[in-house]
């Protein structure tokens, strides 16, 4: 509950919500929850170190609802020339040639009754950090936002707090329709 707050929204809202929805108030959720991976990838070698744009391997976060893992054939267009004989890089190339996609485990999912879509945000000028945190400076991805319903109304009504993610307030026009429960629950 202390994250919901966090914003700052006015507490007769949350009272309102709080009763009406006391399931979801205590939801917990997966923040810090990062599960092995088949491959051992590092976003802070080729976000991070490399600046390899987000957007290059999570292509959809800009066309349509899911940003996308990146098939296995967009890491050999580097590595059939960089480090090919990499034991992790190899696994990769089993995986192209065996036509096997690769099993990444999902970290960050929303329950089936809850719309997403990155489109929305992309375009808006949300960048990714304000939801999935220094992912750049990340050896293993980890779920850094909490993810529940207060997590999306808090920036919804007010815009996000995050010092230097290149977005403000949303004007109150605007928060007043994403604030309606059929934009995230159709
Ligand atoms: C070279 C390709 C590549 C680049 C560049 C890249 N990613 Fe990824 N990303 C992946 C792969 C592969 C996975 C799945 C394995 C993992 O979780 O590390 C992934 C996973 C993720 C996940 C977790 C997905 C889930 O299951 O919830 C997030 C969030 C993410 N990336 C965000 C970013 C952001 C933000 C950037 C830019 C700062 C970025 N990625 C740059 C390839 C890339
Ligand atoms: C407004 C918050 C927000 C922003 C901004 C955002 N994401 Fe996400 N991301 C989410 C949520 C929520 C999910 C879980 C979606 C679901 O389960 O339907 C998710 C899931 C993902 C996933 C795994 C599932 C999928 O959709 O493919 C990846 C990869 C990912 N995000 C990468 C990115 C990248 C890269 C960017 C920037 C280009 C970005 N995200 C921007 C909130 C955000
Ligand atoms: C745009 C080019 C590019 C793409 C795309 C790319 N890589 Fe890399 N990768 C590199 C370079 C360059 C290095 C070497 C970095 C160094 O030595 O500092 C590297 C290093 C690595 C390493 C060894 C270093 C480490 O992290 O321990 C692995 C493993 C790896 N990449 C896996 C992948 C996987 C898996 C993908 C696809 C999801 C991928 N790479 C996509 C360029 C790329
Ligand atoms: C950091 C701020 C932020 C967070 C967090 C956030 N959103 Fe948004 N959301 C926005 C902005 C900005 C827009 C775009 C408004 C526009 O373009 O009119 C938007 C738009 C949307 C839209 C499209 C609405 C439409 O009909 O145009 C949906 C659906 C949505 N968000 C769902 C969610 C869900 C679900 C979550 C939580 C998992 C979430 N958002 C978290 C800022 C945020
Ligand atoms: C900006 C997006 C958004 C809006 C608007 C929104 N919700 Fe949600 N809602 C979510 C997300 C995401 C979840 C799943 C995460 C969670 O349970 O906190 C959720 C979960 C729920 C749940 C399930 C709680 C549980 O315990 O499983 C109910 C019931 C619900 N919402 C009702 C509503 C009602 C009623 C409204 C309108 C007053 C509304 N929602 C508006 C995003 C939204």
Not at 87 to 113: G, M, S, T
């Amino acid at each position: 509950m202390r994250s919901l707050r966090a914003g700052g929204p006015r507490p007769s809202v949350w009272a309102a919500l709080a009763l009406a929805l006391p399931l979801a108030a205590c939801e917990p959720t997966n923040q810090g929850y990062a599960p092995p991976q088949p491959i051992k990838y590092s976003h802070a070698v080729h976000a991070g170190g490399l600046r390899i744009p987000c957007l290059y391997c999570h292509y959809g976060a800009e066309r349509g609802r899911h940003a996308g893992i990146p098939p296995a054939s967009v890491c050999l267009n580097c590595h059939r020339q960089v480090l090919p004989d990499h034991p992790e890089v190899r696994k990769v190339r089993e995986a192209v040639e065996q036509q096997k996609p690769i099993e990444w485990a999902r970290i960050h999912q929303l329950p089936d009754h809850a719309y997403f879509s990155h489109q929305a945000h992309v375009r808006a000028g949300v960048v990714c950090q304000t939801c999935h945190g220094p992912v750049e400076q990340m050896g293993r991805v980890a779920q850094e936002a909490p993810l529940t319903m207060g997590w999306c109304l808090s920036c919804h009504r007010q815009g996000s707090q995050r010092a230097g993610a290149g977005f403000g307030a949303i004007p109150a026009a605007q928060a007043n329709r994403l604030t309606d429960c059929g934009v995230c629950h159709h």
